[in-house]
């Protein structure tokens, strides 16, 4: 058994909520298999190598990179090519490496989809939810991505703006944010038997000063 299949068997965490869970190990994420759980996060905080190596790919311009496929060593080659200090960030491409492999250990995949952004400016500032089955998302750098509580949310709410409708936040003090560094798992209406309760989300304020780093990893069903 590898060390990420090890990782990913603990269960020493707490769900005290009822469609999230939140731990401090990978095996929190295991959790997103719960029927009920729309969110798995797993709080962490990240060193001083990450943190440098982020830093330097943090650019006065925003750039994006894509890969699909196994997440092996040919990985962190082919992303180092496109990183823009290719120099200082290996230990950015370890912690990469490490979440797919999570990825797709946890969901019996042979192929993952990564994007690695950095952005200037909210990709989507509306909350919405996802109509992929689930999706990992990490912000290395900058605010964290926001979601809501169900029993925060008016459903009827979402989706474009249209006369008479509903506000989509019940309750603006219960808005949740994921903090940098922290991983989480969203369980889109793709997931079979989650049809229309796909977690709601969106992406944070960035201000003119601020620069944002986001992972997503989307497992290749």
């Known amino acids: 058994m590898s060390a990420v299949s090890v990782a990913l068997s603990i269960n020493n965490h707490q769900t005290s909520h009822t469609h999230w869970a939140v731990g401090e190990d990978l095996g929190v994420l295991a959790d997103i298999f719960d029927d009920a759980v729309t969110i798995a996060i797993m709080r962490r905080t990240l060193g001083p190598a990450l943190r440098q190596s982020i830093q330097a790919q943090c650019g006065p311009h925003a750039w994006q990179l894509s890969w699909i496929g196994s997440p092996c060593e040919m990985l962190e080659q082919q ?19 490490l979440l797919a492999e999570a990825t797709a250990c946890l969901f019996e995949v042979e192929r993952v989809a990564i994007r690695l952004r950095l952005l200037q400016a909210a990709m989507c500032p509306r909350f919405h939810y996802d109509n992929l089955p689930v999706r990992l998302v990490s912000t290395y750098s900058g605010p964290g991505s926001e979601w809501l509580p169900e029993a925060a949310l008016e459903r009827a709410g979402l989706g474009p703006p249209t006369p008479g409708q509903p506000e989509t936040v019940r309750d603006a003090s219960a808005v949740q944010q994921l903090a940098p560094g922290d991983v989480a798992l969203l369980k889109g209406s793709g997931w079979i038997g989650n049809e229309g309760r796909g977690l709601v989300h969106r992406s944070p304020v960035v201000s003119a000063d601020q ?11």
Do not use: E, Y
């Open 211 to 221: 620069k944002r780093l986001l992972l997503t990893i989307d497992p290749c069903f």
């Open 79 to 97: 992303l180092a090519k496109q990183l823009p200090a290719p120099a200082q960030a290996q230990a950015l491409l370890t912690d990469v490496r």
